[in-house]
């Protein structure tokens, strides 16, 4: 039997190059990947935004209709419960989510800044998305039934706003501190400009919603003398965030989408460029 002198190819070439691993939730914990972290606020949200159309069209039937199927006060919350959540589960993270693979792309950064602040703010905004569902199906909710649902649901708005800033916090400093050399703030991308113009105004007015919430969750949990808690005015008090003016601040940064995508589609700079940012901010 015969031996030959040289060996057949491995095809070390072949295999040398490792295939794209997507993330998975198991393999970001933890991590600081802006692009990972992006991408689940905005899958997230896509997915809070198909439930919330599902309670909203289920509330508006019953309204509407015989109203046979849901009592008045269940759909009541359900109404109220899908409001909130279109901003704070569908809105607000959708474009928090964008910003986040964005921003850090646009300004030549290479992450975002606190890199495991946001990731702590994205899972701190899911963890407090699902106990925020879970408390309205358990008859919390403005004006629930049973008060440690109650309760449970002001904690969970709590965390969602926290988390929000948090996350908004870190696409601002990286917009301000972490462009690449030369680049002014009024030479940055629409989309960057107006998350800059737009999370400003969130951190501005999140914070009231908070301590609307916690005026109303200290009335509630230990009976104060003021009526912060009582279940027919619970929800007007921060309705505000689902109504003119602020509604228009949380779609600020959709103005720098289209924007950008006009830019791209064209092939051109936007003329009057110094007119859109001053229309946007």
Request: glycine content about 10%; aromatic content about 8%; some cysteine.
């Amino acid at each position: 039997m015969a031996l030959t002198d040289t060996r057949p190819e491995t095809g070390t070439d072949a295999t040398s190059v490792a295939p794209s691993v997507v993330p998975s939730p198991l393999t970001i914990f933890g991590s600081g990947d802006h692009k990972a972290v992006g991408t689940f606020y905005v899958l997230a949200a896509l997915v809070f935004g198909i439930a919330g159309w599902i309670a909203t069209a289920l509330a508006s039937a019953h309204i509407v209709g015989s109203g046979s199927f849901l009592s008045e006060t269940a759909g009541t919350q359900l109404l109220q419960t899908s409001k909130i959540g279109l901003i704070l589960l569908v809105i607000v993270p959708l474009f928090l989510g964008i910003a986040t693979y964005i921003v850090p792309l646009q300004v030549g950064a290479s992450t975002v800044a606190f890199p495991r602040a946001a990731a702590a703010a994205m899972w701190t905004w899911l963890l407090s998305s699902g106990v925020f569902v879970v408390a309205s199906f358990i008859e919390g909710g403005f004006g629930g039934v049973r008060a440690k649902s109650v309760s449970l649901t002001l904690l969970a708005l709590g965390g969602l706003i926290v988390a929000l800033l948090l996350g908004t916090v870190c696409v601002l400093t990286t917009a301000i501190t972490l462009r690449t050399p030369g680049m002014t703030l009024d030479r940055v991308p629409m989309f960057t400009f107006s998350m800059l113009v737009g999370g400003a105004i969130w951190m501005l007015t999140l914070p009231v919603l908070f301590a609307n919430l916690l005026l109303i969750w200290v009335d509630h949990r230990y009976g104060g003398s003021t009526v912060f808690a009582a279940s027919e005015i619970q929800f007007a008090q921060v309705s505000w965030i689902t109504h003119q003016p602020q509604i228009y601040a949380f779609l600020i940064p959709g103005l720098g989408i289209v924007a950008d995508v006009v830019a791209t589609l064209t092939g051109a700079r936007l003329g009057k460029r110094n007119l859109l940012l001053t229309a946007i901010g």
